[in-house]
């Protein structure tokens, strides 16, 4: 009797089961997909018939989603400590280790900095990378986990809104402080200054060992920005991964909202020369010499022969000097000492000349000219060359000059302050139908650039870079923003970088025109090129290059500085 029972009881939990199995299989379409592949498949007869199994799956299951974010600390190339964001995710049903990304360390100190400015940046970037290791392993993580990686905008939004909730806290608190310490401290008296040493002969010696640049106020960033960045980067490369495209071309989708089938490729500004205020020798002006190829050149046969002339100049420069003048900076760029601006140009057209190569014809000529940097507040006036001092107006003559005698200089990058609007409206008119002007310090990072645009300075275009807080997103909207105006976008690395290549496949899916990595030279500036190669030969081998024929010159005309509106009507 009691055998009967158990027997019943099993016979009736048996057939529950097989109803739930049942219902289960019917809401979720097994049978019917089951049906649909089998029947597929006799058409097709796969090679390999699990593994197409496998494949139809694998579409038909649910999207990843991020289930943690780990970070940690790494060194970048110049040993400085960064932060590096790894992204997991849960892929059909398991958790997954997908891919890492970094955030750059930029510097904002000339390398003619003191000992003591040196050490509390580096003690500021160590106390920043410890706050954005615990940003990503706490509040961040838990506010990305359950999104799909490739919910750029989303994840970016959420990551800008975590760092502004932490500083406005921030900012509260040392308010609160500031205010209790005001209270307890009696009124300090005034200190009095001494008045300055009258001016007499000056004494003779090196100057440049006691060059100190007086930089322009940055924006002060908060203490851990650097997590937006390495979780924005390593969110976009696993979006990419999970969804089996190349990295460009995902990128290149978020740039246009929709798949992208054809690119234009990059024109590669490699850094050869620098001097300028911090280096050895007199001349100030140039800060770097950067070499172009022609814009009808592919690209591996650009690379090939930039690199043949980076090492051209290094022999040149080593006959002449020895190898003191050819060791090279965070660029991998050679600095030897030069006292007058012309000197760099022509190491270059004698190693050009040596090749059998001439410029504006085989190559071309870009000058990064940093006038922040020569800037003498107290004169008012650019020093060119220690003691040669110019205004404005004077400058703009000078550069129209250099390039008369020099019809090589394709790109000004940085010529003057970005307050002397008035200046760079007459070197526009002048200059800009045969020579790029690009910003890079006069305008902020994309984030502002954003909000402000060219605000009451239009010039040709101006330079992305990704670090710190700037978002993926950020660099879209800038990019976006520069295009849509026919302004151009150059997307560069910063000091201390690593063998990390995001911004390789960035500048193409966003379809900058020039791309500033540094020599080619140093590990982490090489692995730039070498992967800009690997898509330039992948893409010529689908036949999706659109080739560039001319380098893309526009004339600009500088508005009122006070008609900000109408400066913002002509650049759209």
């Known amino acids: 009797m009691a055998a009967s029972r158990s027997s019943q009881r099993n016979a009736r939990e048996l057939y529950e089961l097989k109803q739930k199995a049942v219902q289960f299989y019917k809401e979720n379409q097994v049978p019917e997909k089951l049906e649909n592949i089998l029947n597929a498949m006799v058409h097709e007869q796969p090679p390999d018939v699990y593994g197409r199994l496998a494949e139809y799956f694998q579409s038909i299951s649910k999207p990843a989603v991020v289930s943690r974010i780990q970070a940690c600390k790494v060194l970048d190339s110049k040993g400085h400590q960064i932060v590096q964001a790894h992204v997991y995710c849960t892929v059909q049903g398991l958790e997954k280790y997908i891919t890492s990304s970094t955030s750059g360390s930029p510097s904002y100190l000339p390398e003619s900095a003191s000992l003591d400015q040196k050490e509390v940046e580096e003690r ?5 990378v410890s706050a954005a290791v615990d940003y990503i392993n706490k509040p961040i993580t838990e506010a990305i986990v359950g999104l799909q990686p490739s919910q750029q905008k989303e994840a970016d ?7 502004e909730d932490l500083k406005r806290a921030k900012e509260e608190l040392e308010k609160e402080k500031s205010v209790e310490i005001t209270e307890e401290e009696p009124e300090a008296e005034p200190v009095k200054v001494p008045s300055p040493p009258a001016k007499g002969k000056k004494k003779t010696g090196s100057v440049k060992s006691a060059t100190v640049i007086l930089q322009e106020p940055r924006e002060k960033l908060f203490s851990g920005c650097e997590a937006v960045c390495a979780v924005s980067k390593a969110l976009t490369k696993a979006a990419a991964e999970v969804g089996g495209i190349p990295l460009y071309g995902h990128i290149a989708a978020l740039y246009n909202e929709e798949p992208s089938h054809q690119f234009y490729l990059p024109i590669p500004m490699v850094t050869t020369l620098t001097s300028g205020k911090t280096a050895p020798g007199k001349q100030n002006l140039i800060k770097e010499i950067l070499l172009l190829p022609r814009p009808d050149t592919p690209f591996r046969e650009s690379l090939e022969r930039l690199t043949q002339i980076y090492h051209q100049v290094n022999k040149i420069q080593f006959a002449k000097v020895g190898v003191t003048a050819c060791m090279t900076n965070d660029y991998g760029s050679i600095c030897p000492p ?10 270059v057209n004698e190693a050009l000349l040596a090749l059998g190569l001439t410029t504006e014809e085989d190559v071309f000529v870009a000058l990064n000219c940093a006038a922040h940097e020569i800037f003498d507040l107290d004169k ?10 110019k205004n404005a107006d004077d400058m703009v003559d000078y550069y129209s000059d250099i390039i008369t005698r020099y019809p090589g200089i394709v790109v000004l990058i940085d010529p003057l302050r970005k307050q002397d609007v008035g200046a760079y409206g007459k070197l526009c008119a002048q200059l800009s139908e045969k020579c790029i002007i690009l910003g890079d310090h006069v305008y902020p990072q994309p984030a502002e650039f954003i909000l402000s645009g060219f605000d009451n300075l239009l010039l040709n275009g101006t330079t992305l870079r ?6 993926v997103t950020d660099v879209l909207k800038a990019a ?5 105006g026919d302004s151009l976008s150059m997307v560069a690395g910063v000091q201390g970088d690593t063998n990390d290549a995001f911004l390789a496949d960035l500048a193409l899916g966003i379809q900058a025109t020039f791309v500033s990595f540094g020599a080619p030279c140093r590990g982490e ?6 992967r800009l190669c690997l898509i330039a030969d992948e893409l010529v081998s689908k036949d999706a290059v659109v080739p560039r024929t001319a380098f893309p010159f526009r004339a600009i005309h500088q508005l009122e500085p006070q008609d900000d509106q109408s400066v913002h009507s002509e650049k759209r």
């Open 157 to 163: 939004h959420i990551l800008c809104s975590i760092i």
């Open 338 to 347: 030069y006292d007058r601006p012309d000197q760099l140009l022509d190491h």
């Open 380 to 389: 008012g006036k650019y020093e060119i060359s220690t003691g040669m001092m």
């Open 480 to 484: 976006k923003m520069l295009h849509e």
């Open 124 to 128: 500021e970037r160590q106390e920043s």
């Open 525 to 530: 500036r090489v692995a730039y090129y070498n």
């Open 466 to 471: 990704l670090e710190q807080m700037t978002s």
